[in-house]
């Protein structure tokens, strides 16, 4: 079987939506999660049938939501290496620090996971062509699946993201409107326009972070079924949050994780840090940032949709949030590249300086095992040499 798939549910008001029918996000206002035959799946395990040996993130195909094979469009998204640091995690306060190293994907950078994935099953479900406002990797991967399944691609982004990530979206053929502002900004732009493209925009449409949850699957397996203490994910919109979370749960219906769950963290930067300040005011809903700006452009995502999913990660995890600023960010980055040989985006350099943050405030002690995501290769941003 290759989907076990059944329906979609709203996590907030629980009404049942098709997985055979276009989707965006429910009525109430909640993005949807997909839900699963999970009898089957422990069938499957039994059979010795899943995971499969696939080194890709296909491998979990039973756990995703595209159900025939013949829609799916593969570039060798996910299973990607978890390091081990040499010296890194002595150099933030801990005894083991590992590195998911997301710039393993097809275009770099953890995004590929999502949007393979959405793409995939919404061409299925009849999708033409494909549009989303960006902040630089989102729109890369989406230029670059679209041209893998012959569809166009129409990407809004920022005016003031890193000119590489502009001339990679042109180059995979995809259409480009540069937006002034944020990709706020970029959406509402976005919205002006009738395309009559499908829409997949951050965790608007549940099957982003279908893709995304592959990263919980692949830490576990990678750790031989069992979860690190904390996994550091760099936060902008959520899905690698809102996903990894869902696998944890997954994981545990199924039967295949241990007794232990990961605590998840939130690391953003101190010129964008909703989440922080939500997290900090015990609040129940994320409260827009005004003026957000940072290196970290993944990062700056002034009002994540998907509010009451990040925070019920946060807090169902017994996480928390961390925010850091540009000096440290730049810091981290040039101190991972020296130290371990691997080329961080900045906005893992912000969770990198966010774990320090968080052994030094007793969140996360010396001898716990910390899983930190290096979502995306740095290679598009510009480097500035700190000092
Ligand atoms: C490199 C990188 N890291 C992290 C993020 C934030 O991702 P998420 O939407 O999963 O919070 C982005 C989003 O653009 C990104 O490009
Ligand atoms: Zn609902």
């Given at each position: 079987m290759?989907?076990?798939?059944t329906?979609l549910?709203c ?7 098709s997985?055979?029918?276009k989707a965006?996000y ?6 949807l999660?997909?839900?699963y035959?999970?009898?089957s799946?422990?069938d ?12 890709s993130l ?6 995703l939501?595209?159900?025939s094979?013949?829609?799916?469009v593969r570039?060798?998204?996910g ?12 150099h933030?306060?801990l ?9 393993m994907n ?6 590929d996971r ?7 099953k919404h061409?299925?479900?009849?999708a ?7 902040a630089g990797?989102?729109?890369v991967s989406t230029?670059?699946?679209?041209a ?17 990530f ?6 995979y053929?995809?259409d480009?409107?540069k937006?002034?502002g ?6 509402r ?7 009559g493209w ?5 965790t608007k449409?549940?099957?982003?972070v ?7 699957f692949?830490i576990a397996?990678q750790?031989?079924w069992?979860?690190p203490d904390?996994i550091?994910?760099p936060?902008?919109g959520?899905t690698a ?7 944890v749960?997954?994981l545990?219906?199924i039967?295949?994780?241990d007794?232990?769950k ?5 690391a953003?930067?101190a010129?964008?840090?909703p ?5 900090e005011?015990n609040?129940?809903?994320i409260e ?5 700006e940072?290196?970290?452009y ?6 994540p ?9 946060l ?6 949030a961390?925010?850091v600023i540009e ?5 981290a980055?040039?101190?991972a590249?020296?130290?371990?040989g691997?080329?961080?985006c ?5 969770g990198?300086?966010?774990?320090r943050?968080?052994v030094?405030?007793g969140d996360?002690?010396?001898?716990e095992d910390?899983?930190?995501l290096?979502t995306g290769?740095g290679?598009?941003?510009?480097y500035?040499?700190?000092?």
């Open positions: 290759f989907s076990y798939i329906h549910e996590p907030q008001c629980h009404r049942i939506h997985a055979d029918a965006s429910c009525v109430c206002g909640s993005p999660f997909a839900i035959d999970m009898m799946v422990i499957e395990i039994q059979a010795g049938m899943f995971p499969s040996k696939i080194n296909w491998r979990y195909s039973q756990l939501p595209v159900k094979p013949s829609f799916v570039l060798g998204e299973w990607t290496p978890l390091l081990t640091t040499r010296q890194l995690g002595k933030v306060g005894k083991l620090l590992r590195i998911k190293n997301e710039a097809p275009t770099q950078s953890f995004k999502g949007l393979c994935v959405a793409i995939s061409l299925e479900l009849g033409k062509s494909f549009a989303l406002p960006s990797n989102a729109g230029s670059a699946y679209s893998a399944a012959g569809v166009l691609a129409k990407i809004f982004m920022p005016e003031d993201t890193p000119e590489p502009f001339r990679t979206c042109q180059m053929g995809a480009i409107e937006v002034s944020t990709i706020t900004d970029a959406g732009v976005m919205k002006e326009y009738d395309g499908t829409d997949l925009s951050t449409e549940p099957y982003r279908e893709g995304k949850k592959t990263l919980g692949e397996e750790m031989g069992s979860m904390a550091i994910c936060t902008g959520g949050l809102i996903g990894i979370w869902k696998a749960e997954e545990e219906a039967g295949l994780l007794y232990k990961p605590r998840l963290y939130a953003q930067s010129g964008c840090a989440v922080v300040r939500a997290m005011k609040a129940l809903t827009p940032w005004d003026n957000g940072t290196e970290a993944g990062l700056r995502v002034p009002s949709f998907a509010d009451r999913l990040i925070l019920g990660a807090r169902g995890s017994g996480g928390g961390v925010a000096q440290e960010i730049r810091a980055r040039s101190i590249a020296r130290m371990e691997i080329d961080f900045p906005e893992a350099a912000v990198l300086a966010g774990i943050h968080l030094e405030s996360i002690d010396y001898d910390v899983v930190l290096n290769s290679s598009r941003y510009p500035h040499h700190p000092g």
